[in-house]
């Protein structure tokens, strides 16, 4: 399996834009919100098809 950089767009993209992750991108966004003082996100949907 060839390295990938925990910082290259294609990771992030892996990581927070795919179905089975969902909750982790809740929980990033909640912690961005949390820190801003804004209210907490309940669900995310997503609609746009990533292809890497």
Do not use: Q, R
Not at 11 to 36: C, P, Q, R, W
């Amino acid at each position: 399996m060839p390295y990938i950089k925990p910082t290259s767009d294609i990771f992030i993209k892996y990581l927070l834009g795919t179905e089975e992750h969902k909750d982790l991108l809740l929980s990033f966004i909640n912690a961005v919100m949390t820190d801003s003082g804004f209210p907490l996100v309940k669900s995310v949907e997503s609609s746009i098809l990533i292809i890497y």
